[in-house]
């Protein structure tokens, strides 16, 4: 795989040897118990695969080679460029200028971009609506893309299918940057549909089944539906691709349950369910299926807490903070300042986002044992330093 350009300061040497040292015990990648770090009185279990992704690497070394090549001009960003605080705050550092929040809201008027300015297009993609935007003013956006080449794929596979008459399902949290530019790109092709998880997706099926009257559904799931979309026609073939930092097993089982609805209602043999339900499993994100399925094999090791790593915003790491907390007491923090000392941290409520200062955190035990992961945006220098202020805490 490619190997990125990315600023020595979001690296860690202790991962980096890590890493490398599991990547040639285990290079197909199957191995999924996690590696201990032992330091007598407290030990530490690191996740299989956990970190920059791919898309991230590429995204960082992207925005960080713009900032160097083009000094002296204006450099904006179309939202965050990765859901991390620390590297979107050092590229404001840099001169960055961010045209919008992560949920859309403007900070800077497209008025004000000219074709002399950089516009960086952040990670998740963006539309097709404010591409036209800039290209109308002459940036050259092609120029600075960083949109990862999973979620093109995502939009590629969205395409292909829409050619051969389906119509397309996105699973994906509707205010997220990635859905947002995913549902732009599928309805540019084909009536497409957004659902945020299962429940939404057992709603979609009844319209689907016509268990219920078409009307309902255009107030259901208003605001996420292409336009002109027609419940009677526009539900009888559909393909479910992915926002792809969603955990893959919820996306896999809402595909599953959509497809079973398709089945019984059309009495479809096994040969025919391609007439109506078109397979996607080729859109769940490599990096995503990896550091889940990490977590999953990291839990099966007995451990007292779980430590996750990465931005309050970042859907794919509140989804390992998610499997986590099914199993044990499960922090959620951005930074090693979170741990204030042995007995208090600052914890973050992945659903709702708030922080809480939750004290004796950490059991009174020998040798404490805590499992460890980050998400796929979190630099591994950050992570370092969390095992460092760990370790300090235990002399």
């Given at each position: 795989m490619k190997q990125f350009e990315v600023p020595n300061f979001y690296r860690s040497e202790l991962i980096s040897n890590i890493k490398e040292q599991r990547r040639q015990?285990?290079?197909?990648?199957?191995?999924?118990?996690?590696?201990?770090?032992?330091?007598?009185?407290?030990?530490?279990?690191?996740?299989?695969?956990?970190?920059?992704?791919?898309?991230?690497?590429?995204?960082?070394?992207?925005?960080?080679?713009?900032?160097?090549?083009?000094?002296?001009?204006?450099?904006?960003?179309?939202?965050?460029?990765?859901?991390?605080?620390?590297?979107?705050?050092?590229?404001?550092?840099?001169?960055?200028?961010?045209?919008?929040?992560?949920?859309?809201?403007?900070?800077?008027?497209?008025?004000?971009?000219?074709?002399n300015d950089v516009v960086i297009i952040p990670a998740f993609g963006t539309t097709l609506d404010i591409e036209t935007k800039l290209k109308a003013k002459g940036v050259q956006v092609d120029n600075w893309n960083t949109t990862c080449p999973f979620v093109e794929k995502v939009w590629n596979r969205s395409e292909q299918i829409a050619k051969k008459g389906y119509s397309i399902v996105v699973h994906g949290k509707p205010k997220h940057e990635e859905t947002r530019a995913t549902f732009s790109h599928a309805s540019a092709h084909t009536p497409t549909v957004v659902v945020n998880d299962m429940q939404e997706a057992k709603r979609l099926a009844l319209y689907i089944t016509q268990q219920l009257p078409n009307k309902e559904f255009y107030e259901e799931f208003k605001g996420r539906y292409s336009p002109g979309f027609l419940v009677e026609n526009h539900l009888q073939k559909i393909g479910v691709v992915n926002q792809t930092t969603q955990l893959a097993t919820d996306t896999q089982a809402i595909s599953d349950y959509l497809k079973q609805a398709m089945v019984n209602h059309y009495n479809l043999t096994t040969e025919r369910v391609s007439e109506r339900f078109a397979d996607t499993r080729d859109t769940l994100c490599y990096a995503t299926n990896d550091n889940q399925s990490a977590v999953v094999g990291m839990l099966e090791t007995e451990a007292d807490v779980a430590i996750v790593v990465g931005g309050s915003n970042s859907s794919n790491t509140s989804h390992l903070v998610e499997l986590c907390e099914a199993k044990l007491p499960t922090y959620f923090i951005d930074a090693a300042s979170k741990i204030i000392d042995a007995n208090q941290i600052i914890h973050r409520n992945w659903k709702t986002k708030e922080e809480t200062i939750i004290d004796n955190f950490l059991p009174q035990k020998e040798p404490l044992k805590i499992l460890m992961t980050s998400g796929a945006s979190c630099p591994d220098a950050v992570v370092e330093s969390v095992i460092n202020r760990l370790i300090h805490l235990y002399e």
């Open positions: 015990e285990d290079k197909l990648k199957k191995d999924f118990t996690p590696s201990l770090l032992n330091y007598g009185k407290l030990q530490i279990y690191l996740a299989r695969h956990f970190g920059f992704c791919y898309g991230v690497e590429n995204a960082i070394e992207i925005a960080f080679r713009t900032i160097e090549e083009n000094k002296g001009k204006r450099i904006f960003l179309l939202s965050e460029m990765i859901h991390n605080p620390q590297v979107n705050e050092d590229l404001k550092n840099a001169g960055v200028i961010f045209i919008q929040d992560t949920y859309g809201k403007q900070l800077i008027s497209f008025e004000e971009i000219t074709a």
